[in-house]
């Protein structure tokens, strides 16, 4: 992702940092957000983040690629809510402000769902 906007100090690269061994199969971005599907079908984020954990809520949607990571624009994040609820990403596409989530679920029917989120749901909410 590249910074420049009112808050940067001028337009330079942000590597994101992946555990070891992480992949992504397919990486959709545009505007200020990266998606990606990693190898082992999880959904990651990187970039301007859009959904949040709700403070209590022990329902969580995601969790930083390292704990101990300094947040940061470039902070990938793991949604694990998706594969804890018998959901597999299968393909995302992503806006301007916006991500479109396709998923099938884990069963023998392959259900497929779609997901989308954007700017204007600041406070966590997708579906």
Not at 73 to 81: L, Q
Not at 87 to 116: H, I, Q, Y
């Amino acid at each position: 992702m590249i910074g420049c906007g009112d808050g940067s100090a001028g337009p330079k690269w942000r590597k994101p940092i992946f555990p070891e061994g992480i992949y992504m199969k397919s990486i959709a971005s545009k505007g200020m957000s990266a998606y990606g599907i990693d190898q082992n079908d999880f959904l990651w984020e990187w970039g301007d983040h859009k959904v949040k954990n709700k403070d209590g809520d022990p329902e969580k949607l995601w969790e930083k690629a390292k704990p101990d990571a300094e947040e940061k624009r470039s902070t990938p994040y793991k949604f694990i809510w998706f594969q804890n609820t018998n959901r597999k990403p299968v393909f995302a596409a992503s806006g301007n402000s916006w991500c479109l989530l396709k998923t099938e679920t884990m069963d023998d029917n392959k259900t497929v769902e779609l997901f989308g989120w954007s700017d204007s749901a600041k406070d966590g909410r997708f579906g």
